[in-house]
């Protein structure tokens, strides 16, 4: 019988878990848990806490701890034989850190199988919350680390990417800084994605090549922490945060407790959890330079693989290292399916009437642009927050509708310009990937086709992929012919006449967005 892979995804809204067997290159199980709607215990607003300062976001670690049992108690009652599945991995919304007492180790050790895992590890945290990949509190950090590593652009070069608030290293010097007997208390710094790999092995796990590029304390061309920018964080960051992990290699067994609690084989292999975005590349199957994905999530995400990092980098676009060791660029946009769903209660719509209208409306709305803003952005950084429009005179539903989402799309398209990312084909993904209308749009603006593969959850199944590539000893190549197929009918083509008259919305777009920036 042939082997299974489990991949699991910790996203910002839910837990998912894919299930694919190698030989017959099935998909066998899918299924996600939205926290908020699974977990109204921890109170959380689209997987984060509500804070006064809307600047400052974090998320209940123990949620994702009841989530994972929840998912794996889920995953055997379908029927699974947990047995056959021969090695999980993961992935995680990237630059969430964990912050870990030094009791850690040893009640990761001796956990109960008999007991779920927030039960147990309650009292393991030396920050109760972890601030997720939306806070952007930390300019105060970024300024001062930047400053350090010699100014932005050098930042950029060593990091592969400027120091960014959402980034891990200013999010460790805030905590270091704000509250430094918590951070003396602190043994361990875990990314969201190396914390779930220590506990799937039931040891300490570094933070993967791929999460550790979104820290700023990587130097992205050698693979090991930049000295500078630890010290320039925080005291004794090193020893709190272990050596960086090889994303190729395995973590060995998986701990005792899942193979006593869920019937797991204690032989099936851990590999290492990465970022979701880096996972979401191999499920996507790009695996050479020049492929190119849009993910649709809580953020739009654009990215592609590079074989080399360009020499002029863009200051809104980040350098990582790939599972597959190659190098990935990415734009990430703040106001992804959050400001889309915003619109869509904003006039009670569901997302067939949301779709509905688009289609029913203007493209290119006579020349009218919408900056989609809902709420501060990050690509371009900006808290000049709102819905700010040109020449659309009090839009109707419609009207706003298509405004904002070809002003994600032409927002989008034009920094990937800015960034050499120039995709001549897209795979799209995530939540909103299901939604045709805008994925005309997408494939118009950006002038080129459109693909879908045949699930919305390209990180978990990147992550099962992850797992099977390495126990398998395939190629990337056959591995991604096994399970990237696209949906039959789903290749949307752009129409020629619709592109050339984006190309010039572009333009003005790009004016549009510069305007809006000089005068906040
Ligand atoms: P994340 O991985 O960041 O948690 P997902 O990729 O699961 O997010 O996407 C969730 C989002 O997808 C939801 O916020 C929802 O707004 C959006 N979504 C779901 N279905 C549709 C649809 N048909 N059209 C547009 N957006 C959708
Ligand atoms: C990427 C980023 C987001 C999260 C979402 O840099 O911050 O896309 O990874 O989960």
Redesign the pocket.
Known sequence: MSRLYLGLDS????LSAVVIEYGSGQIVFQHSLNFDACFPHYNTDNGVLKHFDPAVVHAPPLMWLEALDRLLIELGQSGMAMDRIAAVSGSAQQHATVYLKHGFLQDLETLNPLLPLHKQLHSVFSRETCPVWMDHSTTTQCQSLAESLGGQEQSNLITGSVVTERFSGAQIKKFAELEPANYAETAHIMLLSSFLSSLCCGHLCGIDYSDASGTNLLDINKKSWHQQALDACAEQLQTKLGQPQNPEQSLGNIHPYFAQRYGFNPQCQIMPWCGDNPSSAIGLGLIESGMSAISL???DTCFGLMSDLPENRNPYAHSFIAPNNDYMMLLCFRNG?LA??KIRCHFNLD?DQFAQLISESQPGNNGGLCLPWVSDEITPKTSSTGIHTKGLDDPDAAVLCRALVEGQMLAMSNHADLAGLHPTSIKAT???S??RE?LNIMANVFDCPVEIIATSNSSALGAAMRAAHYLEQCTWKDCVAAFTGTIANTKIVPDKRLSTLYHKLKTDYASFEQQMLKSH
């Not at 996203?11 to 839910?14: A, D, R």
């Open positions: 996203s910002t809204q839910s999530g809580t953020s399916s889309r769903d997302w995530g939540g909103a299901n939604n805008i």
